[in-house]
């Protein structure tokens, strides 16, 4: 025999139990409430240029769509997007050549970052980095190189004598700190011990005045 009511009561009783239950318990983990994690924002090229100009680092720039021929000296950072004919030179400065750049000159600064092309030699008393999007079509001298996956490189590549010359300048530097630091030594020195000799002197000329007004006393 089936008693479908009392049955039916029961398997109530127990459904709303179990609902009861069910809902009285919170899961482990609520998903559903993390907050997803902020994606880093990339930095564009306008905004970094906006950026050097801003802090001072930025000495001269070549947009995208300008040609310019000639002889070109700089100080600090040259950005080049546009197309630059004849030579580049500075001394210690940093040529940063776009993606969208293009440079047909010879080439000789501090550092030198292409991420464009480059017809020409290029030489950097501290380094050259090729980016993935780099054509360099040339010979290159510097004491360190980096290319990315992907560029291209086509010349030569000299970096012990750069090297040799990068050890030679620092050497010098060192040398001209470490006299600059003795002769400052030196001169303090000095300076001190014209100070004794005017003490002494003052203490002696004192020690005669006091004998004198002694033996006038005396006298």
Known sequence: MIRMG???????????EYQ??????????????????????????????????KEGRLS?????????????????????????????????GTLI???????DANVSVGVATINGVVNGDVIASEKIHLGRTARVMGNVAT??????????????CTMMKARE?????????????YRSAETSSYQSSVADTDDDDDDDELLSVTDDEEEEEAETVSV
Not at 64 to 92: A, I, Y
Request: no cysteine; aromatic share 4%; glycine share 14%.
């Open 97 to 103: 050549v776009g993606t969208n750049g293009q440079v």
């Open 6 to 16: 009392r049955g039916s009561r029961s398997e109530s009783g127990e459904t709303n």
């Open 60 to 92: 001269g720039f070549v947009g995208h769509g300008t040609v310019l021929t000639g002889e070109t000296l700089f100080q600090m950072m040259l950005r080049v997007d546009g197309h630059l004919t004849g030579t580049v030179m500075s001394d210690g």
């Open 20 to 53: 009861s239950n069910g809902s009285s318990s919170t899961p482990a983990y609520n998903y559903g409430s993390e907050s997803p994690q902020a994606t880093p924002r990339v930095v564009t090229d306008s905004e970094s240029i906006a950026r050097d100009i």
């Open 165 to 177: 010359d990068m050890d030679s300048e620092a050497t010098k530097a060192t040398q001209e700190q």
């Open 143 to 156: 004491p360190r190189l980096v290319i990315e996956e992907g560029a291209l490189f086509e010349g030569g």
